[in-house]
């Protein structure tokens, strides 16, 4: 059974004994836990996963002590949560490790209680700030440029995506981003890469169900002359050429299950052979994949290895239907209108409000897609200079608009102006209304978790907001 990580906690202890009690009693809590006996493995470590919330750090050790090892990692990782711990307490070293950025002090023999409460803490204010952090650097970017790496939406659900996105791109592992056709997997995927520090490399797309399985294995790995009928000579596959840089595998739930079981092992060992080779080719690629199919039960299943499934799924983003976010029809389907009149130098006609009532009342089964489809039809037939009712498709036409809801607008109104409390406080508040009250249904949408959820609410509650008793 799978479990919540919390947090990832880094350990350094030159007793393996402490050390080792230290790690079980965090993972017992949910953290993802790395302990070292030296400060030197820890960060090097901690240079290649700067994700890292929390340092917990011994003060006497061989080499380099823990007050440089709290140093180190503060120069690291600007914002990292620090933690001493040591069996010779004294005022002097207390004092030198807050000079360094230490938030907290333990006394061995460890309380662990004590270590996982204070450890819990850190972890938390970490996360928060990061998140803040994120949220106004998204915030920023959508103001000031209409859109995230091509994505148009203000809506709670698309600044949470675009929050995650740039919190994915700054790491190595792989990321499974799940969606309904239609919804822009692709650049989301385009968006992690050019935020990472892959950038300047290659992105190279690949999709699944375009390419006949037999063939699918040499497109991924290529082959060697001669290795089947009409190889006429070596050609690199898609591994080889995205060296350094992305491989993005759409549709990867279409994969035959053999060539799964190879591919996992290219993802693992960052090698493969060409298909009739005898050698090994090393390569550094850092693997996207999607799917608009439920991963998770065909795992179950056998339909896909459950291995594949949980090396993919290291981190989840999970891009919103339309319908999940009718708050951005009327920004998306005059952002496309404007741009496909751009592209064709005609003037853009503008969407009567009874238009985007409808629009935004529409069911969308081919999601953006379909929108933007249906907005480069408009451009092209439509001659007048307003869109009305009368003017989109018969489906479109018998639907009926509901009434607009009084109350506070929502965050598609504008940014600008607003703190981000409010922005962040009226987020939650319409993920609550979306889910009927389930918070534990709100906080998934949000990409937040559940304790963080809730510990708003509670504020919210406080300050007089009507939040709901809670599932």
Not at 180 to 187: R, V
Not at 216 to 228: D, N, T, Y
Not at 269 to 284: I, P
Request: aromatic share 4%.
């Amino acid at each position: 059974m799978s479990r919540e990580v919390t947090g990832r906690v880094v350990i350094v202890d030159d007793d393996a004994a402490g050390r080792l009690a230290m790690a079980r009693a965090l993972e017992r809590i949910g953290f993802d836990v790395k302990a070292f006996a030296d400060g030197v493995s820890a960060l090097a470590w901690l240079r290649e996963h700067p994700d890292t919330e929390l340092v917990v750090t011994d003060l006497k050790m061989p080499g380099i002590d823990g007050i440089e090892v709290l140093r180190r990692a503060r120069e690291i990782v600007p914002d990292v949560g620090l933690l001493m711990v040591t069996a010779f307490a004294s005022v002097d070293s207390a004092v030198e490790a807050m000079k360094v950025g230490s938030a907290d002090y333990l006394e061995k023999p460890l309380n662990l209680d004590a270590l996982r409460s204070r450890a819990r803490n850190l972890v938390e204010k970490v996360q928060q700030s990061r998140e803040l952090r994120q949220l106004r650097d998204v915030l920023s970017t959508v103001e000031r440029e209409g859109s995230f790496e091509g994505m148009v939406g203000r809506s709670p659900a698309m600044l949470e995506l675009y929050r995650k996105i740039g919190q994915v791109a700054q790491v190595r592992s792989p990321v499974l981003i799940l969606g309904e056709s239609g919804t822009g997997k692709e650049l989301v995927a385009r968006a992690i890469h050019r935020r990472s520090a892959r950038a300047r490399a290659t992105f190279l797309p690949l999709d699944c169900t375009s390419i006949p399985a037999e063939l699918l294995e040499s497109e991924l790995f290529g082959h060697e002359r001669g290795a089947f009928t009409g190889a006429q000579a070596r050609k690199p596959g898609k591994f080889e050429l995205a060296d350094g840089g992305t491989l993005f595998l759409d549709e990867i739930g279409d994969m035959r299950l053999d060539l799964q079981g190879k591919l996992l092992r290219a993802i693992e060992s960052q090698s493969f052979m060409r298909v009739g080779g005898t050698e090994q080719v090393r390569v550094d690629v850092r693997v996207l994949a999607a799917t608009n199919r439920d991963l998770a039960r065909m795992a179950e299943t056998g339909e896909f290895r459950q291995d594949l499934y949980y090396r993919l799924a290291v981190v989840t983003l999970r891009v919103p239907a339309l319908r999940e976010r009718r708050e951005d029809i009327p920004l998306l389907a005059t952002w496309f209108l404007e741009r496909f009149a751009a592209e064709n130098r005609r003037r853009a006609p503008r969407l009567t409000p009874e238009a985007v009532a409808v629009l935004e009342a529409a069911p969308w089964p081919g999601n953006v897609r379909e929108l933007r489809n249906l907005m480069e039809s408009m451009v092209i037939l439509h001659e007048g200079e307003e869109i009305g009712p009368q003017h989109l498709p018969t489906d479109l036409r018998s639907i009926q608009a509901p009434e607009p809801a009084a109350g506070t607008p929502g965050l598609a109104g504008g940014l600008a102006g607003r703190t981000m409390e409010e922005i962040e406080r009226e987020a939650i508040l319409q993920s609550l209304e979306r889910t009927g009250g389930n918070r534990t249904q709100a906080a998934e949408m949000l990409g937040i978790g559940l304790r963080t959820l809730q510990r708003k609410l509670k504020q919210y509650k406080q300050e007089g907001y009507p939040v709901g008793d809670g599932d």
